[in-house]
């Protein structure tokens, strides 16, 4: 009797040692699981966050290329009215209506501060925006309900 009570007693034993490995294997699986979402969860958040910086690049350059291009035209539009009134007049010393497009000489160091100014806003406002890749995939498309993934 007291060798059954001891086979029971190791048979009870042995048991609880298998469910309690089980129940330990099951939980490191799940950490395991667990582990693995949060890791692609930060690498996505990364892989936002740079095409984040991306958009916003791309977005300062265009509006570079756009102010430099300006700049550009309005220098073009100096030089034909300067190359078109070569000889002096009288009539050019009283002031003269300005169309949209014509830019007088004097401003244009104005022109140029202003343009850096914005170029610097821009900057500026890149780097302290706080917004999901949501919210500028949602600004920067036309395309309605766009998936990301």
């Known amino acids: 009797e007291e060798k059954r009570r001891l086979k029971r007693l190791e048979r009870k034993r042995q048991h609880e040692e298998k469910t309690l490995a089980m129940k330990i294997a099951l939980e490191e699986r799940k950490m395991l699981i667990a582990h693995r979402k949060l890791e692609s969860?930060?690498?996505?958040?990364?892989?936002?966050?740079?095409?984040?910086?991306?958009?916003?690049?791309?977005?300062?350059?265009?509006?570079?290329?756009?102010?430099?291009?300006?700049?550009?035209?309005?220098?073009?539009?100096?030089?034909?009215?300067?190359?078109?009134?070569?000889?002096?007049?009288?009539?050019?010393?009283?002031?003269?209506?300005?169309?949209?497009?014509?830019?007088p000489l004097n401003t244009n160091n104005n022109n140029k501060e202003i343009i850096e100014a914005q170029l610097n806003e821009l900057r500026k406002e890149f780097y302290q925006k706080d917004e999901t890749i949501d919210d500028i995939l949602r600004k920067r498309t036309t395309i309605i309900d766009r998936k990301v993934f």
């Not at 966050?49 to 300062?60: T, W």
């Not at 073009?76 to 007049?89: A, G, K, V």
Request: zero cysteines.
């Open 41 to 103: 969860m930060r690498l996505l958040e990364e892989l936002f966050n740079r095409v984040k910086v991306q958009i916003a690049q791309e977005e300062l350059n265009k509006k570079e290329r756009e102010l430099h291009e300006e700049r550009l035209r309005g220098m073009d539009i100096e030089t034909t009215n300067t190359s078109n009134s070569t000889s002096f007049m009288p009539s050019q010393l009283l002031p003269q209506t300005t169309t949209k497009e014509y830019k």
